[in-house]
């Protein structure tokens, strides 16, 4: 089938073709902070799991070690970012910031509020404040 392809375009998209912009970065990042939280929520399941039969939490001290912080932090953005997407998705089903300029900077909002309130949390959660 492929011999038969005489355009000099590839058969499908990809990042050599596209110009990046924030909407397509926000886009990959919804799903990566998807995967995040998954796979947090597994780990919380887990350690509920085993301080129940226990009694103990498990691994006790890298949850409250700096390693844990990180771990709240990207967990917290992951979270954020997710909530910031769905609001995104409720803006554009009323048909609302769809042209390009207004979806960039949609975009870039979600991504600086994201990281912006996720170490603020992070930081009072770890007691640093």
Known sequence: MSSQWNDSRPMSPHLQVW??????????????????????????????????????????????????????????????????????HAIWGKGAMMEPEKNNKLSYLMIGGSVVLALILTIVAAGAV
């Open 19 to 88: 110009r990046w912009h924030p909407a397509m970065a926000s886009s990959i990042l919804h799903r990566a902070s998807a995967i995040i939280c998954y796979i947090a929520l597994i780990i919380v399941a887990i350690g509920i799991l085993v301080l129940a039969t226990t009694g103990r939490l498990p691994l006790q001290g890298l949850v409250f070690s700096p390693l844990g912080a990180i771990g709240l932090l990207v967990f917290l953005w992951g979270f954020l970012f997710m909530a910031f997407a769905q609001i995104r």
